[in-house]
């Protein structure tokens, strides 16, 4: 296959897809045991300083943000991340864990662009590469399928490519130019779901994201659940199962877990909490007063809910938008 | 009759709402997007499949989404997938329309969402980044592209191309490996429609928005606009229509 053009972005997260086989097949748990256990003990075993992390869905939605506020707890070193960033790269950056990141979108959505991104970006402290979605999820299809690249047909003759790590190629099949795009095998992957059983099989409720793709592309997987249930609650509904336990190697009991964002059917986002953020984020000063407040200066995700309170948790519940 | 008084935000999404056909997919962004489709919905596009890169296909959009992964973006919906399904759904060439915004836009319609000024590395103004943009623009047949209309705004060259347009001109999206017959479609503004001229690509005036004349579209612009034959004015927004916006679509006063 010829090589007409090559993306001036560093590949920041080299792999072997011979060594992600051998992994596979070496170091996932094939048998059944109970992997429950805190966001602290998960967090210690499963992320290393200098690993490559990634988060699902985002910010705001169904993100494991009680897994994400842990990290910067720990206080892990020179990450780096993949999402499609809001709080939780937010959090990140601003505890200034990351060292580079391949970017698709950080933002706040309706309240605009990320103050932490910019003081991050603006003063050139933080490596970025770009994608668009769409390259970003088929990079970790491409590991979940286990081949080393995917053809797509995004990012052709855009700046979002030319600050890539992809590549544009002839198609040996039909001639046609195709974008490249590496396999993307994260380090750590954490996803937050509805309910999972004790070994990790794992149901999300509502659209899935990019669940299905990170789980099988991660080396280390991180799940954190709403709720725990019974084995036999997934053997009877089987065909809801997305991550089965194998690819899992924690299991995280935590109830309100998107907090502040939402979990679908079964609570809001606390639009309170995010403007709170948002505020606060606007400086450097603000965004350390928050960090203190909501992540240092409480021991667990138990203390976080307790600092948010339990009646504003009960009013998320009772304002969800049901089926 | 009294004329009704209306912001040039409801301006914007009356106007992108008609814009969108009944029996069409349209993949639709954050932001303006939204409320039109959720308008186009209640008014004359009851079967638009509204369609959010994260899974969401077919939702009745009763409650504003602030989000595209949101639980709003798939209520009721008919399907619930994930992200690969939703681009994939669009390369293969089956959605019409894609919904876009941009902090820049340049006379082919390429658009700036990643960074403005200084260099990518050390930009002046670090903005989100791609996002889904890159894949509607790439992938959807027509894109229509939601902009306030100033003149740091439409610039001569963008800063960054995050999401395609017609690139440097005819044919160039042809000869980077965009598939044949996609593009932008159509660019609304408070102050106007414009459209992208057949052959040269560069983009056309082709409405002006109620009042609004060709100098004010011209100052407001940073390049040299075509100018199409005949200019019609858009009607302005019905009583109807800005009584849905703002008692049935945004009640919570998100966006308007």
């Known amino acids: ?323 | 009759m009294d004329r009704l008084s209306y912001s040039p935000t409801e301006l914007l999404i009356c106007t992108a709402a008609r814009l969108m056909e009944d029996r069409t997919t349209a993949f639709i962004g954050t932001g303006v997007p939204m409320l039109a489709a959720a308008l186009a919905q209640r008014m004359h596009a009851p079967n638009l499949i509204p369609v959010f890169e994260f899974g969401g296909t077919g939702a009745i959009l009763k409650r504003l989404p602030r989000a595209v992964g949101e639980s709003r973006t798939f209520y009721r919906a008919i399907a619930a997938s994930g992200i690969c399904d939703i681009i994939e759904t669009a390369q293969r060439g089956f959605i019409e329309y894609g919904f876009l915004g941009g902090a820049q836009i340049d006379p082919y319609g390429n658009l700036n969402s990643t960074v403005i000024g200084g260099t990518h590395d050390r930009p002046s103004v670090r903005l989100p980044g791609s996002g889904g943009g890159n894949d509607v623009g790439s992938h959807c047949w027509r894109t229509i592209i939601l902009m306030q209309h100033e003149k740091r705004r439409f610039v001569q060259k963008v800063d960054f191309v995050t999401t395609p347009g017609y690139l440097t001109g005819p044919g160039a999206r042809e000869a980077a490996g965009l598939p044949p017959g996609t593009g932008p479609y159509r660019v609304v503004t408070s102050l106007a429609v414009l459209g992208f001229h057949p052959e040269t690509k560069r983009m056309m005036l082709l409405r002006l928005q109620p009042g609004v004349t060709v100098e004010q579209v011209k100052e407001s612009t940073g390049f040299e606009l075509l100018i199409a034959e005949h200019l019609e004015e858009n009607e302005p927004p019905t009583a109807e229509e800005l009584r849905i916006l703002r008692e049935e679509v945004d009640p919570e006063r998100l966006y308007i």
């Open chain 1, 1 to 323: 296959m010829r090589v007409l053009e090559s993306g001036m972005g560093e590949l920041l997260q080299p792999y072997s897809m011979v060594e992600f086989r051998e992994w596979n097949f070496t170091q996932k748990p094939k048998g059944f045991q109970d992997k429950r256990m805190t966001e602290q003990e998960a967090i210690a075993r499963f992320v290393h300083d200098g690993d490559y992390v990634g988060t699902e869905l985002y910010g705001t939605v169904r993100c494991p943000m009680s897994l994400a506020r842990e990290i910067v707890r720990q206080g892990k070193k020179n990450l780096r991340a993949v999402g499609q960033g809001v709080l939780e790269l937010d959090l990140w950056v601003a505890a200034g864990l990351i060292s580079a990141m391949d970017i698709t979108y950080h933002g706040l959505e309706i309240h605009g662009v990320s103050s932490v991104l910019r003081r991050a970006a603006e003063s050139g402290r933080l490596k970025l590469v770009e994608w668009s979605n769409g390259a970003i999820a088929w990079r970790m299809k491409a590991a979940a399928m286990g081949v080393p690249f995917l053809p797509i047909k995004s990012m052709l003759g855009t700046d979002t490519f030319r600050y890539s790590a992809a590549k544009v190629a002839e198609c040996p099949f039909t001639g046609e130019k195709v974008c490249l795009v590496p396999a993307l095998v994260l380090d750590v992957g954490l996803i937050h779901v509805h309910r999972a059983d004790c070994y990790g099989n794992a149901q999300i409720d509502g659209i899935s994201g990019f669940a299905f793709e990170m789980a099988r592309a991660s080396k280390r997987l991180i799940i954190s659940a709403e709720e725990i249930v019974d084995t036999e609650e997934i053997r009877r509904y089987p065909d809801r199962t997305i991550i089965p336990y194998y690819l899992v190697d924690a299991v995280v009991h935590a109830p309100f877990g998107s907090h502040p964002g939402e979990m679908a059917y079964l609570y809001e986002r606390d639009e309170q909490h995010m403007r709170e953020f948002l505020e606060a984020s606007r400086t450097e000063e603000g965004m350390q007063e928050y960090l203190h407040t909501y992540v240092y200066g409480v021991r667990n995700h138990e203390e976080y809910l307790d600092r948010i309170g339990r009646d504003r948790l009960a009013e998320l519940r009772r304002a969800v938008l049901g089926r």
